[in-house]
């Protein structure tokens, strides 16, 4: 809702800026500096639903009163495509997409001041905005920065591993990549095998463990548990690391 009401907002700013006020009549609070705290923090949050209602209508007067006459404005394009990535009119009445409309996919409008930001969920979390990978070479004499790439934060890590892979050629030695599982591909290892390199991709693909795994007492080399969480010696048992040997 934060994002209808600014692309509302900042579209009604400019053209109040821009000396067309007969275009707003009943919406001259948006361009009031204290609109926004009176709309999300001063109210009740029984409210929520009357809120969306009032701005979804509040859209559809601007778009019925500019025509195709702002086309070209920026703040305009961002309320247009606000609607049409998150709202749904039936029967002359818009409404927020549900599940059921089919969800809203991951590139849909995150911030007007920041429209290439980008949505994703990931390990249970949400996150908005951009991701970076970066390679690294390590070696005795310690590690150095090689590479990076930054993207939207739906760009997969299979395909920054590609574009890694293509971008940085052949190395005149064989050499050994290391990543977690999120990675790894079929495609990935046929043009890593092609470039004389050895990839190496873990089963570990960033998803959080239990806490209480760092409860269990180990033995020094870690490949075998001595105590559970509740205190009890247990019969020592074998650990295999994760895509390795024993």
Same mark, same amino acid.
């Given at each position: 809702?934060? %994002? $209808?009401? @600014?692309?509302?907002?900042?579209?009604? *700013?400019? $053209?109040?800026? %821009?000396?067309?006020?007969?275009?707003?009549?009943? #919406?001259?609070?948006?361009?009031?500096?204290?609109?926004?705290?009176?709309?999300?923090?001063?109210?009740?949050?029984?409210?929520?639903?009357?809120? *969306?209602?009032?701005?979804?209508?509040?859209?559809?007067? $601007?778009?019925?009163?500019?025509?195709?006459?702002?086309?070209?404005?920026?703040?305009?394009?961002?309320?247009?495509?606000? #609607?049409?990535?998150?709202?749904?009119?039936?029967?002359?009445?818009?409404?927020?997409?549900?599940?059921?409309?089919?969800?809203?996919?991951?590139?849909?409008?995150?911030?007007?001041?920041?429209?290439?930001?980008?949505?994703?969920?990931?390990?249970?979390?949400?996150?908005?905005?951009?991701?970076?990978?970066?390679?690294?070479?390590?070696?005795?004499?310690?590690?150095?920065?090689?590479?990076?790439?930054?993207?939207?934060?739906?760009?997969?890590?299979?395909?920054?591993?590609?574009?890694?892979?293509?971008?940085?050629?052949?190395?005149?030695?064989?050499?050994?990549?290391?990543?977690?599982?999120?990675?790894?591909?079929?495609?990935?290892?046929?043009?890593?095998?092609?470039?004389? *390199?050895?990839?190496?991709?873990?089963?570990? @693909?960033?998803?959080?463990?239990?806490?209480?795994?760092?409860?269990? $007492?180990?033995?020094?080399?870690?490949?075998?548990?001595?105590?559970?969480?509740?205190?009890?010696? *247990?019969?020592?048992?074998?650990?295999?690391?994760?895509?390795?040997?024993?």
């Amino acid at each position: 809702m934060n %994002n $209808l009401y @600014t692309c509302v907002s900042k579209f009604v *700013i400019y $053209l109040h800026k %821009n000396k067309r006020d007969s275009l707003l009549a009943g #919406l001259e609070h948006y361009y009031d500096p204290n609109d926004f705290n009176r709309t999300f923090y001063y109210s009740n949050s029984n409210e929520t639903a009357d809120r *969306i209602k009032v701005i979804l209508e509040d859209a559809d007067k $601007l778009l019925m009163s500019c025509g195709q006459e702002f086309d070209d404005v920026t703040k305009y394009q961002f309320l247009v495509r606000c #609607l049409s990535e998150q709202t749904v009119a039936e029967d002359a009445i818009r409404r927020l997409k549900t599940k059921e409309d089919g969800g809203r996919d991951s590139s849909v409008l995150q911030n007007p001041s920041d429209p290439d930001a980008t949505f994703r969920q990931k390990a249970g979390k949400q996150h908005r905005g951009y991701v970076a990978n970066v390679d690294e070479a390590v070696g005795e004499n310690g590690s150095v920065v090689l590479d990076y790439q930054f993207e939207q934060n739906n760009y997969s890590d299979s395909q920054f591993l590609k574009d890694s892979l293509e971008r940085n050629g052949s190395p005149e030695e064989e050499s050994v990549v290391v990543t977690d599982g999120a990675y790894f591909g079929e495609e990935n290892s046929r043009l890593a095998q092609k470039q004389n *390199i050895n990839l190496v991709t873990t089963a570990i @693909t960033g998803i959080e463990v239990p806490e209480i795994y760092a409860d269990f $007492l180990l033995n020094e080399e870690g490949t075998c548990v001595l105590k559970c969480p509740a205190g009890h010696h *247990i019969k020592p048992f074998k650990i295999f690391l994760l895509g390795g040997s024993p």
